[in-house]
């Protein structure tokens, strides 16, 4: 008896096959968006400590209904619309509990605040990071910058300036005790404009960070008046690009920089001046230069910055100097054999600077406000700050503009959402990087020349 083909394809069949078919490409595609596009809260509960919520906390431009994808999509008409609003310009209608109340519960600051929002990777568990932040007011924007930043992974120390008044040193030694990665310095220094308290007060964080027990990478210092533009796994992931090479600004000084370091300066009420004393020249033969008080140092820096003694006694040359935290770290990461240095000029004229977007009086992009010749974003500014590849910004101040805060905020939350999504789908969840990073541009930095 000769074999015969069923007729699966007779024009009887058909509509059932088709049916078949299509349910088959149903189920494929539901599972497909299970992968890709789980809702916030879902992605939330993957990360979160059992017993405790995740939350999000309460942002003016969410209670108001502000378009930040809009705004920073640059449109001008709706900015102008914002701008006439008066209704989201008071910030207290956001608040749940003032902060100083919210501090003394810690359950309550992490429900109310959303510390546990975050989802971590493996990649991020894998390089954890450490941060130094130096406050002197406003712990509302200090514990936006915190909860924005923190992760369990990483570290974070704080330093509270020696002026600061009693009770926001209370609320941020609250907070502190709320983490236990989370560290108040115990020395405070007396923060004054221009002078070496600055760099002290990040020595202060530094040993903190070589002291600790977590195995971070890569330790960044900032203000309290700063926020980052990357969240968490991007910068891991363009601190890994630079395989143990700092971020530091440096460059030669012109004549007007080389008096700060050539005459001796003295504090008097609380500014800093300088005498008609010239300095001795440093014992070592090297060539001071100028840079940025803030960076992305390596583990190995930090210890040669801490403990080298020609490091040591550079620091203490510099007691007496102008803005002593604008040449130490400048000079130091030029110099031939320093864990991380990089030979190459590093500047923010080229744009070649990772770990700060800051717009000066003199730049060629233009804000509406300036304090001591540094821009203070606003909305207006949005556009600008998003298309940055810098890891943080520098300033704001949430009294001037909280929505700024906020969308970035937003952003933020959005941004680290989808990369989870991806992440969760991927099978190459241990080296796939960011698809929405420039890597052509961070990949020719001079750092990895």
């Not at 090297?286 to 820096?301: D, E, N, Q, T």
Request: proline share 6%.
């Amino acid at each position: 008896m000769r074999f015969r083909w069923p007729r699966l394809f007779s024009c009887k069949r058909q509509p059932y096959l088709a049916f078949l078919a299509l349910c088959g490409a149903g189920m494929a595609l539901l599972l497909w968006i299970q992968a890709h596009f789980l809702s916030p809260r879902e992605l939330m509960r993957l990360d979160t400590p059992k017993g405790s919520e995740a939350g999000t906390p309460c942002l003016l431009s969410r209670l108001y209904d502000i378009d930040c994808p809009r705004l920073a999509a640059a449109n001008v008409s709706y900015l102008q619309q914002l701008v006439a609003r008066t209704d989201w310009k008071d910030s207290k209608k956001c608040m749940q509990k003032p902060l100083e109340q919210l501090a003394e519960n810690c359950e309550d600051l992490k429900k109310h605040h959303g510390y546990h929002r975050w989802p971590v990777t493996p990649q991020e568990e894998d390089f954890p990071l450490a941060f130094g932040i130096k406050i002197h007011k406003a712990p509302d924007m200090f514990e936006r910058l915190l909860r924005v930043l923190w992760r369990p992974q990483n570290l974070y120390c704080i330093h509270v300036d020696s002026k600061t008044p009693p009770d926001v040193f209370q609320v941020v030694k609250n907070l502190s005790n709320c983490f236990p990665n989370v560290v108040l310095t115990e020395v405070r220094v007396d923060l004054i404009y221009l002078s070496v308290g600055s760099l002290l007060s990040d020595m202060q964080c530094m040993r903190v960070a070589l002291k600790s027990t977590i195995p971070w990478k890569y330790y960044l210092n900032l203000s309290g008046q700063e926020f980052p533009l990357k969240t968490n796994l991007e910068m891991v992931q363009i601190l890994a690009l630079l395989n143990g090479k700092n971020d530091v600004e440096s460059y030669l000084p012109g004549k007007y920089v080389s008096g700060w370091f050539s005459f001796k300066h003295v504090i008097l009420n609380g500014s800093i001046y300088r005498t008609k004393e010239r300095k001795a020249p440093f014992m070592y033969p090297i060539r001071i230069r100028k840079g940025s008080a803030y960076g992305a140092f390596s583990r190995k820096f930090m210890d040669f910055a801490l403990n080298n003694n020609m490091a040591v006694a550079f620091l203490h040359w510099l007691a007496d100097t102008q803005a002593p935290d604008e040449l130490f770290w400048a000079t130091l990461n030029h110099l031939p054999g320093v864990p991380g240095g990089v030979e190459h000029p590093v500047s923010h004229r080229y744009g070649t600077v990772l770990s700060r977007a800051v717009v000066w009086q003199w730049d060629q992009y233009k804000c509406k406000t300036y304090v001591r010749a540094v821009c203070i974003y606003t909305a207006s500014d949005l556009p600008w700050l998003i298309s940055r590849h810098e890891l943080i910004a520098n300033k704001f101040d949430e009294t001037t503009d909280p929505i700024v805060l906020d969308c970035l905020e937003d952003a933020l939350e959005r941004r680290t959402f989808s990369a989870y999504r991806d992440l969760v789908s991927s099978p190459f969840k241990a080296t796939q990087t960011v698809a929405s990073l420039n890597w052509t541009f961070y990949k020719n930095l001079p750092h990895l020349k």
